[in-house]
């Protein structure tokens, strides 16, 4: 079974910065992509940034500019490092990953249990 963990979320001041990291674990074979989805009270889920093997990188408009989203294959892991960040930055931020187990298996996609944002004064 292929496990996300999710961790570095928190309370952080306007303007503060934050890293999230992302861990998978389990019988991997290879993995696509990993991904990073918010989602605000009220609102829906929402992609904010994409990191894609071979090395692209896309992101949200809304966080262009002060994240970067990068990963470590060797260890399975994405990160979010959000700078400058915002009231409207805060949400349970989830992780995704679009990956393989055993070589002869369909590419499936796997969640997180998300980490809280919370940017206020």
């Known amino acids: 079974q292929v496990q996300l963990v999710e961790s570095g979320g928190g309370l952080v001041q306007p303007g503060g910065s934050l890293r999230l990291s992302c861990a998978a674990s389990g019988i991997i074979f290879s993995i696509s992509a990993m991904r990073w989805y918010r989602q605000a009270p009220g609102k829906q889920r929402e992609l904010v940034a994409s990191?894609?093997?071979?090395?692209?990188?896309n992101y949200a408009d809304s966080v262009k500019g002060r994240s970067t989203i990068s990963r470590d294959d060797a260890k399975n892991t994405v990160y979010l490092q959000m700078n400058s960040l915002k009231s409207e930055d805060t949400a349970v931020y989830y992780c995704?990953?679009?990956?393989?187990?055993?070589?002869?298996?369909?590419?499936?996609?796997?969640w997180g249990q998300g980490t809280q944002v919370t940017v206020s004064s």
């Open positions: 990191a894609i093997s071979g090395g692209s990188a």
């Open positions: 995704n990953a679009l990956l393989r187990q055993p070589s002869a298996t369909p590419q499936r996609n796997y």
